[in-house]
């Protein structure tokens, strides 16, 4: 029996973005830079957008101190290039990790890729050529190995750079790619402008991601009131709010009917919201359709069945995977989010307590990954 892990993190080197990004935009290039107390900041026009930090897997309270000695004045308390162990960065090292902690392969998003789409939404050409740079170095991941599945970073609001995009992945391999689960540029994923996007992420068998990440938000941007810190508590209390929403406009509005191959995936997320979302939205769609006379759209199946069919979702040990299958059908993955502080280094072990048997649940373990890796 084999393992797969959803949600790993590879860190991005201080030049990748320079390194990779068409020439004309060198001077938008995202960098890693030191400041003069020793900290490493993630900067964009010679300015930082947040601190880049060593993450130490289980280890939340790190992250926080570090954020405290750098509000209090202090020098940096490590040096970023030499606590940074080669396994965080590097795909040969990372491999390894993986061979030692018993996994086949694991899905690979960006780490600091997480921080920065919102903060150049103003600037859609840098935005995307940022993007185009770190895509760069996926397809360069899997001419490395096929042990990892590097996840590209896309937006739908340029649609012939998108388009050129999925040609490229597709080339070279790269089967899932992270965008925003939020409105494009004020119109709903659903929009008929987006037809023939859908379509092409299925022509070119890459399949949309929802992750994590400082991406356009769903929730007026009156509620957070605490924009100066790393994450916002109302995005940690409400990080399904997103998916949920998006997951719904593609189901409702049909999206997965008139694309049947179209695939999604959910990581990091969370995942016991999912039980509840599957009743909420079955129940909305006879609610309404009796209250107001008609439907929204004439559906294929139910509402919850395109989610069993078309859509996978990460589950932490901690959220009882196995009962949330009891509940709603084998749709879940196992992650780690390795290597960041909230995950773990330890994830077969963590699932094993959990009373998740590698031998009893392979969809869990390695076939609803291979699903969205178009293997399924």
Known sequence: MTAVDSDQHLYETHTLWADRIDRSFRGDALSLGSDDRGYTHVMWR????????????????????????????????????????????????????????????????????????????????????????????????????????????????????????????????????????????????????????????????????????????????????????????????????????ALADLILHRVFDRHPALRVGVVELSSIWVPQFLLMLDGAADFTTRLNGSSIATLAMRPSEYMYERVRVSSFSYEDPARLTRKSKDIYMCCSDFPHSEGTATPLDDYRRAGCALDDMPSFFHDNVSFLLGAG
């Open 46 to 245: 010679g300015r930082s957008l947040g601190l880049a930090d060593v993450h130490m897997p289980g280890n939340t309270q790190w992250c926080g101190d570090l954020r405290n000695a750098y509000r209090r004045g202090d020098h940096a308390p490590y040096n970023y290039a030499e606590m940074l162990p080669a396994s965080y960065w590097e795909p040969g090292a990372r491999v390894d990790w993986l061979t030692a902690h018993g996994l086949d392969g694991a899905v690979c998003f960006p780490n600091f890729g997480l921080l920065w789409e919102r903060r150049l939404s103003g600037d859609l050409p840098a935005l995307t050529a940022n993007m185009g740079a770190w895509n760069r170095w996926c397809q360069e991941v899997r001419e490395t190995t096929t042990r990892l599945h590097p996840v590209a970073h896309l937006t739908l609001r340029d649609p012939e750079w998108l388009l050129d995009q999925l040609a490229a992945l597709h080339k070279s391999d790269v089967r899932l790619a992270m965008i925003a689960p939020a409105a494009v540029d004020g119109r709903p994923m659903s929009h008929h402008d987006h037809e023939r996007l859908w379509a092409a992420f299925v022509e070119h068998g890459v399949t949309p991601v929802f992750h994590v990440a400082d991406q356009p938000r769903v929730i007026d941007d009156a509620f957070y009131t605490d924009e100066d810190s790393f994450v916002p508590v109302l995005e940690s209390a409400f990080l399904w709010v997103p998916p949920a929403v």
